[in-house]
């Protein structure tokens, strides 16, 4: 897929897919050796992150491409930013099946991080792996072995290729335990959560590109469809700690909270229940989110929209809203509202954020009405932080 290619899901680089597709039609015509030929090539497209583990990048939206994991660590960030604090090895140790949905299962790490955390516990552990690039799922089978957990989703990704016609031999030897059974779905997540009434999760790992990249599993309609599959102790846990995303959640009536952090990326954890979020958002990242136009999150009503469309959707109304209905987030102004201007050394940027307020209509950063705005309960959970901010902001700027 090239950069011009908006309408597309954005997926790994065209050649790695085009040697995929070339091993496809090899063995499909009985080569028993089509792996072991193209091996070093696709190989070739995996990128050793700083804990030994791999990924792989993304092609071109715009002028950039981005890894599926973090280079710092790509199991590493499975198993700190998904698994770990998915509380669902708590779970596992208090019922017989736990069951829980990977979107954007990608080389299957997420997956792999799970099987390890929970072994040696007696429970029934069904993963659903929704992935969008068949290409990438194959590609898993070419990734050198790190853990044998990992080696049970390479099975069961070359089962699922068998079955579908794509390979014919199996060649991972590894065989799943029977205590854990793996489903694949090769579809757009979007299609996944249209299609299922009857699926409910313990626990939901959300990990496509960022936002930027892949706005189409970060809107406000996908977090509403996708909350109805939760049980009322799941959560959902993001890399991302992007005001839109956080925002799409709240909007649909979810609480959040931060992430672990992972080399000084947070992440996001959203949940039905509040008791269940144990790190608050910052104030500050509240008054981001629920005051200015960065926190405005995604739309796509029926859940088919492009990524252009739903990104100019998003532009054109932060555009129509900035200055008007929210504050203006250039230059973090949102952090700055309620603080005496001269704290701030830096006088372009002082006189910049001044300006910005100005043009609202209010004299100063810490200008009374803006300092009224801002005291709300301290106590109050962040998601109902957010909430009511948004509302002192609607009154303020409707009584001006």
Do not use: W
């Not at 552990?125 to 049970?152: G, K, N, R, W």
């Not at 579908?164 to 029977?178: A, E, M, R, T």
């Not at 249209?194 to 626990?203: G, M």
Request: a negative charge; glycine letters at 4%; hydrophobic letters at 35%.
């Amino acid at each position: 897929m090239g950069s011009e290619d908006e309408s597309s899901i954005l997926e790994i680089s065209n050649r790695n897919k085009e040697l995929i597709h070339e091993v496809f039609e090899l063995e499909a015509n009985g080569h028993k050796d089509a792996r072991d030929l193209f091996k070093e090539e696709i190989t070739g497209f995996l990128i050793r992150t700083e804990d030994g583990s791999f990924t792989l990048a993304s092609d071109k939206r715009g002028e950039e491409s981005e890894t599926l994991h973090s280079t710092f660590g790509a199991r590493t960030e499975s198993f700190q930013k998904f698994v770990i604090p998915s509380k669902i090895l708590e779970k596992a140790e208090n019922t017989n099946v736990v069951k829980v949905l990977d979107i954007c299962s990608g080389i299957g790490y997420n997956v792999s991080a799970l099987l390890d955390y929970l072994k040696g516990v007696d429970v029934e552990i069904e993963v659903d792996m929704v992935e969008s690039s068949l290409e990438t799922l194959a590609t898993t089978l070419f990734i050198p072995d790190i853990c044998e957990s990992h080696q049970y989703v390479k099975k069961a990704i070359e089962t699922y290729l068998i079955e579908k016609g794509y390979l014919q031999f199996n060649k991972v030897l590894s065989n799943i335990p029977s205590n854990v059974t793996i489903n694949i779905y090769v579809c757009d997540a979007r299609d996944y959560i249209k299609n299922c009434d009857d699926k409910e999760y313990d626990a939901i790992f959300l990990d496509p590109f960022s936002p930027a990249k892949c706005p189409e599993l970060y809107t406000v309609d996908f977090f509403s469809r996708l909350k109805q599959f939760l049980t009322p102790t799941a959560l959902i846990l993001t890399y991302t700690a992007a005001s839109p995303v956080r925002s799409a959640f709240v909007d649909v009536g979810l609480h959040v909270g931060e992430g672990p952090r992972v080399h000084r990326s947070g992440g996001t954890i959203a949940s039905r229940s509040p008791a269940l979020i144990e790190t608050p958002l910052s104030f500050s990242d509240v008054k981001v989110i629920a005051l200015s136009d960065v926190g405005i999150p995604y739309i796509d009503p029926y859940l088919t929209d492009d990524y252009r469309t739903i990104m100019e959707r998003r532009q054109n109304q932060r555009k129509i809203s900035r200055g008007k209905t929210t504050f203006p987030s250039s230059s973090k102004l949102p952090r700055y509202l309620g603080l005496d201007p001269d704290v701030i050394e830096d006088d372009t940027l002082r006189n910049k954020l001044v300006a910005y307020v100005q043009e609202m209509g209010f004299s100063s950063l810490n200008d009374e009405r803006i300092v009224n705005l801002l005291n709300i309960d301290p106590n109050l959970y962040s998601r109902d932080q957010i909430l009511a901010l948004r509302e002192n902001l609607h009154k303020l700027l409707n009584n001006n």
